[in-house]
């Protein structure tokens, strides 16, 4: 029997936390939840379901925050999920019936169903949309920026088996999560890339151009349409407001 410690990180969860916990609960023993100061339930809500629940606040960036929570768990295999995931059955039967240990990797990287509302598209970018969810702690760990980390190690396979991500609730929340273009802007703003005016615009029509042609965004209607146009103004915002961060600085050292 694989043993499996899950992790999680929140803030104001209620929704998704109890539905999350119990996927995870399928296949894992041991469960810490890092919360970064939520102000409804989600804390009791974990406790409830017997995760063991840290606070961290204020959030380190998501990179720093998932990785504060890994000297709590008990095991080395780590499944890292976001409060809005869940396991599906064919992730559960591929864990029960192989032990983790003998494939010799330190991480194993699984496929992705994004939805909108309760609308699943293979296009868009959607699916397969392959991701790095179980590791080991030991052997990997994740890049420590502010927004979309993700885990390194030196080996890794890909199994054809699915997590299931709540993404959207509808196209309002989906512009909400244009917010996410600020931490992205800040992680390149910290980096040591050029950045030029013309940048926010190459790269915000081009996201939405290969979204909507070359991932076929055009075929699912509206769906398709905001999508693309979503990751288009992300694009555009990311691009935009690092340069101004950067502006911002050079200013400020200039006074």
Not at 142 to 155: D, L, N, Q
Request: neutral net charge.
């Amino acid at each position: 029997m694989n043993e499996i410690s899950g992790l999680v990180i929140t803030l104001n969860e209620s929704r998704n936390i109890v539905d999350c916990l119990r996927s995870m609960k399928q296949i894992c023993d041991d469960i810490v939840v890092v919360d970064s100061g939520s102000s409804d339930d989600t804390v009791e809500l974990a406790k409830a379901e017997g995760a063991t629940v840290i606070v961290q606040k204020p959030f380190l960036g998501d990179g720093p925050q998932r990785t504060h929570g890994l000297p709590y768990c008990r095991h080395q295999w780590i499944l890292n999920l976001d409060a809005d995931e869940r396991l599906e059955d064919d992730f559960v039967q591929y864990v029960k019936r192989t032990n983790l240990d003998d494939l010799g990797v330190d991480l194993i990287q699984t496929r992705r169903r994004n939805l909108i509302g309760d609308r699943f598209t293979p296009h868009v970018g959607q699916y397969p949309d392959y991701v790095k969810r179980l590791f080991r702690k030991d052997r990997a760990s994740f890049i420590p920026v502010v927004a979309h980390t993700y885990v390194e190690a030196k080996s890794s396979i890909s199994e054809p088996i699915h997590i299931t991500h709540y993404s959207y609730r509808d196209y309002l929340d989906m512009v909400e999560k244009c917010k996410y273009a600020g931490w992205l802007a800040k992680n390149l703003a910290d980096s040591d890339k050029r950045l030029y005016s013309w940048q926010p615009f190459m790269h915000g029509f081009w996201s939405f151009l290969s979204h909507y042609v070359l991932k076929a965004g055009f075929l699912v209607g509206l769906d398709g349409l905001t999508l693309s146009i979503c990751k288009g103004v992300g694009s555009y915002l990311k691009y935009a407001h690092a340069i101004e961060i950067r502006r911002a600085r050079k200013n400020k050292i200039n006074e």
